[in-house]
C-alpha cells in the first residue's frame, strides 16, 4: 500500500470512529447532513469552480454504487 493510501485510510478510520461516537449522541441523519455540509464546504474551498461542479456531479453519479453500512460488516452503534 502507498503512503498516500495509508494515510487515506487512516483518516477515514478515525473520521469512522468519531462518527460512530457521535451517532451515540444525536440522531444519524443528523450527523450525516454535518459531515456532508463540512465536506461540501471543503471541495468549494479547495476546488476550482469547474472543480466542485465536476465533484458534485460524480457524487451524483455514485448514487447507485453507495453502499448502507447495513449491507457491511462495519457496525453503527
Known sequence: ??????????L???MF???NEHIKHYETQMVASTLIA???RLYKTSLSE???H??????FDSEKDIRSYAD???TLH
Open 38 to 40: 463540512i465536506g461540501m
Open 54 to 59: 465536476n465533484m458534485v456531479q460524480t457524487i
Open 17 to 19: 470512529a468519531e462518527m
Open 1 to 10: 500500500m502507498k503512503n498516500k493510501d495509508k494515510k487515506l485510510q487512516n
Open 72 to 74: 457491511d460488516k462495519e
Open 12 to 14: 477515514y478510520d478515525k
Open 50 to 52: 469547474d472543480g466542485f
